[in-house]
């Protein structure tokens, strides 16, 4: 069983930064993907970026160029940095981890366990 703990949301004003940590529990964290996603109000779960177990990475379209996503096996953490918010970057914020595939899916029925998600907010 693996657990997932985000953590670092808050507000924000537009044009500024956020970063999300997600601490996993478990000794299956270096041989997963791992994944970020996140559902604004009204609207449904989307991927924004996900990474490999060599840290090989890709993202949505939509953040590409201003989120980061990184890891670090020792400390069993994933890490989302995110720059030049936006309003429309508002949601909450979901890690996600994936012990199967061998890409980051951006579907979310690939995924085998999920945090409890954290509120990030960006005012215009």
């Known amino acids: 069983q693996v657990q997932l703990v985000e953590s670092g949301g808050g507000l924000v004003q537009a044009g500024g930064s956020l970063r999300l940590s997600c601490a996993a529990s478990g000794r299956t964290f270096s041989r997963s993907i791992m994944a970020w996603f996140r559902q604004a109000p009204g609207k449904e779960r989307e991927f924004v970026a996900g990474i490999m177990r060599s840290g090989g990475n890709t993202y949505a379209d939509s953040v590409k160029g201003r989120f980061t996503i990184s890891r670090d096996n020792a400390k069993n953490t994933v890490y989302l940095q995110m720059n030049s918010l936006k309003p429309e970057d508002t949601a909450v914020y979901y890690c996600?981890?994936?012990?199967?595939?061998?890409?980051?899916?951006?579907?979310?029925?690939?995924?085998?366990?999920w945090g409890q998600g954290t509120q990030v907010t960006v005012s215009s």
């Open positions: 996600a981890a994936d012990e199967h595939t061998m890409y980051p899916q951006r579907g979310l029925g690939a995924y085998d366990y």
